[in-house]
């Protein structure tokens, strides 16, 4: 593990969003959905690909709040432009649960 500075950490943008829409994207290579996730105002709705299709569905994903790295470059995921990532964690099967905030807050909320 590579050790970084607490500098290099604060320039990471981890905010919350809630996910609006959630359609499926089969160009994507492995299992993927399309999320769009709404950052509040400062940030506004972004889109975002995400391998979490074995432990959710569509509808369950719905008015999730999820916490989002937003200060990434685009990347182009076939005819998909992502915009930030989506964070979670893997089990061991290579499923990805999802991190969450334990309790609803502002969208766009800084990680502290």
Do not use: H
């Not at 959630?22 to 995400?50: C, H, T």
């Not at 937003?70 to 089990?91: A, D, H, M």
Request: some cysteine; overall charge neutral.
């Amino acid at each position: 593990m590579e050790l970084i500075s607490w500098e290099q950490f604060g320039l990471v943008e981890l905010r919350v969003g809630t996910i609006i829409e959630a359609a499926e994207f089969p160009q994507a290579r492995k299992p993927a959905y399309q999320l769009k996730i709404d950052f509040g105002s400062d940030i506004g709705v972004k889109q975002s690909s995400a391998q979490i299709t074995a432990l959710y569905t569509k509808e369950q994903l719905l008015g999730t709040q999820v916490i989002g790295v937003v200060n990434f470059p685009v990347k182009q995921i076939g005819p998909f432009r992502s915009e930030c990532l989506i964070t979670g964690f893997y089990r061991p099967d290579g499923a990805v649960v999802l991190a969450v905030p334990e309790q609803k807050v502002a969208n766009g909320s800084k990680m502290a």
